[in-house]
């Protein structure tokens, strides 16, 4: 896996029914390579965090599938692996501009 790309802002957080408070967050995004070097598409993985103390029961989201949008306007489907706010995710990217499916 190879890092290409960082970033980091103030972006919604989402579940399936709810829009939370603005999330400050911090996002890296790895991509999966062959050996030639040329990039596998859907090898991918996310990891960074997300400040939940403004959302309260913040606990309960934990292993939840949810959304992040992103402050650019992306959305990213994220599951949080701990209630420290640690962001991790495997598979496909964001899931506007995606241009291999």
């Given amino acids: 896996m190879k890092l290409v790309e960082e970033c980091s802002g103030i972006g919604e957080l989402i579940s399936a029914t709810t829009v939370f408070r603005p999330v400050r967050y911090r996002i890296s995004r790895f991509q999966g390579h062959s050996h030639s070097g040329m990039p596998v598409p859907g090898l991918q993985r996310i990891e960074g965090s997300i400040d939940l103390e403004a959302i309260p029961e913040a606990g309960a989201l934990v292993g939840?599938?949810?959304?992040?949008?992103?402050?650019?306007?992306?959305?990213?489907?994220?599951?949080?692996?701990?209630?420290?706010?640690?962001v991790l995710a495997e598979g496909h990217g964001p899931r506007h501009g995606c241009s291999c499916c």
């Fill in 64 to 86: 939840s599938s949810l959304t992040l949008r992103l402050d650019d306007g992306r959305a990213l489907a994220i599951t949080l692996a701990g209630d420290d706010g640690r």
